[in-house]
């Protein structure tokens, strides 16, 4: 699989808006996903609001494999990081939200007490495209107030959203300048955080098969049928073959085949995958 990077202009520009921002913010909402929470933490985009307490929600719970979901947190918390799961487009988001502000807010409201102030929290909003930000921001206001959707970089500029008790400075998605982990890169290809049309999605569905299948192979099998997982190029044809992907002459539409195995990994069809563990963490201060 070639070389991923996607930087594009409207990012640099994005974290430079940020950096200006977080003086006014009391605290940070940072998105994960959480079927790649680790690929999924910008560490460039952590350096701009070091020093503001900071809550890691692994959003899109509902897709992920719950028992590595709680692993991560287990991991989160001996760190002495403040992280909860959830899934944005679903009820009770707010609350697993909400039910976390009080610790992280602790300082704040402390010294707001003791100065007699009473001055609603800000939160930014931040996290690498299509985490689910304002989706987050839509269940947390109680009104679509920020715009949604399933392709890479659709928040462009910045606004405030007021909720019950706080305010929420929704923010554009910002990726790291460069990827020196590819396979990492390649899981915010997965997910739909890298432009779709930047990538050769044949090579994407033959990673994605790849991975998949060292860590969840009965969910090929029961999806696909897939008996022989000798290798990626016969995952992806049984895959064509099962879906009825075929071109004239008994070629394979592999093109049809990718866009197929992508969408069904990305809507959960295939079942509840986490692409990472949490030892990876041993990379970014864990243990």
């Known amino acids: 699989m070639k070389h991923i990077q996607w930087f594009p202009g409207h990012m640099a520009k ?20 959480a079927r790649a929470p680790v690929a999924t933490r910008n560490k460039n985009l952590e350096k701009v ?6 809550l890691y929600l692994f959003n899109k719970a509902d897709l992920a494999d719950e028992g590595k979901t709680d692993a991560f947190l287990a991991a ?19 609350r697993a939200v909400t039910a976390k502000l009080p610790v992280l807010l602790a300082e704040k409201f402390a010294k707001d007490a003791a100065k007699g102030i009473n001055r609603p929290p800000r939160l930014m909003v931040a996290g690498i495209p299509n985490a689910g930000k304002s989706a987050l921001i839509n269940a947390l206001s ?9 392709k890479a970089g659709v ?31 390649r899981h915010l290809a997965y997910i739909g955080s890298v432009n779709d049309d930047i990538l050769d999605m044949d090579d994407v569905a033959l990673e994605l098969l790849r991975e998949i299948a060292q860590a969840y192979p009965a969910f090929l099998a029961e ?3 897939i008996e022989d997982f000798s290798s990626p190029l016969a995952m992806y044809e049984a895959v064509c073959r099962r ?10 539409d592999y093109e049809r085949g990718a866009r197929a195995i992508v969408d069904d990994f ?5 079942g509840r995958i986490t692409l990472e563990d949490p030892a990876q963490l041993s990379g970014q201060g864990e243990g």
């Open 14 to 33: 994005a974290m430079r808006m940020m950096e200006e921002s977080v003086p006014l913010v009391d605290g940070v909402l940072v998105v994960l996903d």
């Open 49 to 54: 609001f070091a020093g503001k307490p900071a």
């Open 76 to 94: 989160y918390a001996r760190r002495g990081e403040l992280a909860a799961k959830c899934t944005a487009t679903a009820a009770g988001a707010a």
């Open 142 to 150: 109680g009104a679509k107030r920020a715009v949604t959707g399933d």
């Open 155 to 185: 928040t462009r500029g910045k606004q405030w959203v007021r909720c019950a008790g706080f305010e929420l400075l929704d923010t554009p998605g910002t990726m790291p300048p460069s990827f020196e982990d590819q396979s990492l890169a």
């Open 223 to 225: 999806r696909y049928g």
């Open 243 to 252: 879906r009825g992907f075929m071109l004239r002459g008994g070629e394979f």
């Open 266 to 270: 990305r809507k959960g069809r295939i």
